[in-house]
């Protein structure tokens, strides 16, 4: 990202032409960045509530006196029960010095709770690692040689543009781009087949793929033989999914299993852009297991153009001990402190504590995150912040609907303030971010307020203390070999550089499990007790699991990103919440029918857990049964107070623990 900066000001943000994977170009909502950091409402100076909980009415106070009450507050519960203090955080920024670093250092000092940050990828992390042993996937790069793209549960025009580029490249090289999204999203449209499956049944898919693929032997024995395991209990396993089944359990046309599966199998340049959307439901971790396996299958490794791709942050050889220091926590390695899962954290703020919980959560600090608007079974989560007996810190840019429960509202600094180190979750290139402007009023980064809460509760620990720049050196192991003569002053003076890496990655195997194979078979799962193949498990809330619930509650519903925002990020930038407009619900014409809803009618969202309301669009790019609500909005922003998330659920994934946002069953009405 380059900066433009007019007295002290950074008046536009822009990409960095040299940059190959943005090639000068930033999505919209980040292009408007610069509105965003000198926002009128952008947080100056720390603040102390003065109202009740909630109501989000705060007086100024300095820095010093911010540092002692907290520090006041935190040492009592320390000395007491660490564990009652809780770090919430996770994708304000994701850079490894103001996201993992100081704030990690400090609360493992501490013997606080730890955070199982799996509110987005942690099924399809899990995936991943069972299969490939790691977030490994093929380079960016190329997708644009290859001839079929499968864009299998992601909306790379709204959530990863960069990416798209590529894919409209190999289109006007004629490759075939089919979506695979329950919804015709601004994506979907674009491609030349849109395969609408039922949400949370991309398993099912993938295993009736591989039936036909198998039974019509279109595999690669070579790759099979060389770079595989347990392929044998993975045939009887697919026994189970003849196209037929599938068709039903899908709902779609047989023949359109069959046809993708012929497509697939004779296509060696044949690429999965698989994304996060696919596996936020409970069975996202076995399906991204199954698809995995697909590439493996027919070979299509073997060739740079031909792979899969959901993550390739594995490739960054991030130090992540260096950066957080496990081993500050105190009884470390014997003894680690409890974790709790973010997705649960209603339910975890609103535990009494006992022998297995632990302690009840009588502080949580919360940065680069804001779970009141983002994280699931919302009035659970409200409840939680609600508490008169929870003490709150909020380290943030805005009074989000989050900062509105603090105690303590800290103003922390963007990107274009501080120093960090960024991997990707799509491209190879790593990236230093070096500051542009001065922070903004009195804000501070991140690292600084937990250095400066670190010595206001007199914590003498070296690494507590270390500078950004320090912490910025140590990001990443610079002797790995995909790094080769790079270090920090390299990065940092160019912004940017690529990892040395070969370009079909995995074409001679190369996979990081302990077997070092493709693992259609993980005996890591066995061991654990888990089914060792991948299966299709149906949603949590479906007519399969849960019949009573579907009478009750017949929609399914997503809430995938808005283009304008970033989760709940730039809701508040009014240029980009005027584009979006206002909440709005897409129905199929059918389910609208039914309950007399028409185009434009105001209706509520609603099941057991709570109830939203949103602008009814009466459009066939839901398909029948499924309601779409794109996210995700501020709830004070939002007519009603109230967003997507009053609906999601707390259950969480089959493997990683992940959330099940789009796992969730409704009833829609006129308001
Ligand atoms: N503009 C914008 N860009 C973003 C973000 C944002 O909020 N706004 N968020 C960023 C973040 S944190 C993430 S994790 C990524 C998310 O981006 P993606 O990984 O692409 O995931 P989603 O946008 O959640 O969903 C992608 C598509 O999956 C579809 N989908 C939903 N359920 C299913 C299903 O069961 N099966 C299949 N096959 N498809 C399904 C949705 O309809 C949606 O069109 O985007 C990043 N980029
Ligand atoms: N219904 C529904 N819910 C979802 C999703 C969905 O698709 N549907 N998507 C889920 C996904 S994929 C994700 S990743 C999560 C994301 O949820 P979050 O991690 O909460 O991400 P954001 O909503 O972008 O909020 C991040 C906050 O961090 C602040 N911030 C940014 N940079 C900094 C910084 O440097 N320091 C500090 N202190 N604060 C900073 C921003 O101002 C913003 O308010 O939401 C999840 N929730
Ligand atoms: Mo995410």
Known sequence: MRVTIENGRAIKVTGDPDHPPTQGVLCTKVSRYAERVHHPRRLTTPMKRVGRKGEGRFEPISWDEALQFAATRLGEIASRAPEALVPYSYAGTMGLVQGDSI??????????????????????????????????????????????????????????????????????????????????????????????????????????????????????????????????????????????????????????????????????????????????????????????????????????????????????????????????????????SRVINMNAIGDALMHHGDETFGPKVEAIVVYNSNPVAVAPDSARVAQGFAREDLFTIVLEHFQTDTADYADLLLPATTQLEHFDVHKSYGHTHVMANVPSIAPVGDARP???????????????????????????????????????????????????????????????????TPSGKCEFYSERLEREGVDPVPDYLPPHESIEAAPELAARYPLAMISPPARNFLNSTFVNVDSLRSTEGEPHLDIHPADAHTRSIADGEQVRVFNDRGSMQARARVTDRAREGLVVGLSIWWKKLAPDGRNANEVTSQALTDLGGSATFYDCLVEVERV
């Open 103 to 336: 704030a990690q250092r400090f609360f493992h000092k501490l013997g606080a709770s730890q955070l199982d940050r799996t509110i987005c990828a942690a099924a399809g992390a899990a995936g991943l690692k069972y299969t490939y042993g790691a977030s490994l996937g093929m380079l960016t790069e190329f997708f644009r040689e290859s001839e079929v793209i499968l864009i299998w549960g992601a909306n790379p025009i709204a959530s990863n543009l960069h990416f798209w580029t590529h894919a409209q490249e190999a289109k006007r090289r004629g490759a075939r781009l089919i979506a695979i999204d329950p919804y015709r999203s601004l994506t979907a449209e674009k491609c030349h087949q849109h395969i609408a499956l039922r949400p949370g049944t991309d398993g099912a898919l993938a295993l009736g793929i591989m039936h036909v693929l198998i039974g019509e032997d279109r595999l690669d024995h070579a790759y099979i033989a060389d770079h595989t395991l347990g392929f044998e209990a993975l045939k009887a396993r697919t026994q189970d999914y003849p196209p037929s089944r599938v068709a039903s359990i899908c709902g779609i046309d047989e023949s359109v299993i069959v046809e993708l599966a012929r497509l697939y199998g004779s296509t060696k340049k044949a690429a999965i852009r698989l994304n996060y959307g696919m596996q936020r439901v409970r069975g996202g971790g076995n399906a991204v297991r199954a698809i995995a396996c697909l590439p493996a299958l027919t070979g299509a490794w073997r060739e740079r153009a031909g792979g899969l791709l959901l993550s390739s942050s594995g490739w960054a050889p991030v130090d992540t001990a260096a950066l957080m220091r496990p081993d500050l926590m105190p009884g470390w390695p014997a003894k680690q």
């Open 446 to 512: 991140n690292t600084e307020i937990f250095r400066g809460l670190a010595r206001a509760m007199g914590l003498d620990e070296p690494a507590l203390y270390e500078s950004d720049e320090a912490v910025a050196s140590q990001a990443l192991r610079w002797d790995d070999e995909t790094l080769a003569g790079c270090d920090w002053t390299a990065l940092k003076n160019n912004g940017w550089q690529r990892l040395n890496l070969p370009d079909a990655p995995l074409a001679n195997g190369g996979f990081r």
